[in-house]
């Protein structure tokens, strides 16, 4: 009977599949932060949209008034 012997990737092979990983990753955590900027930017669009409303309000009051 013949010995059979586990067949070794090559080196090329495994550094392609450990550079698959480590970019999977990388992309991961780019969107994570994509999204996390996304979020932001909308949470200070509406936190500047309600300050413009606060400042007409404060001035068609205050001309208004006088």
Known sequence: MR???PVRPRLAETL???E???LE???RTARR???SAV???RSRARARSEAAHVLEA???G???GT
Do not use: K, M, P
Request: charged share 15%.
């Open 25 to 27: 990753s990388g992309q």
């Open 33 to 35: 932060n994509a999204w």
């Open 16 to 18: 392609r599949v450990l």
């Open 3 to 5: 010995e059979v012997t």
């Open 39 to 41: 979020v932001e930017n």
């Open 62 to 64: 205050t001309s208004t």
């Open 58 to 60: 404060a001035a068609e």
């Open 20 to 22: 698959g990983l480590l």
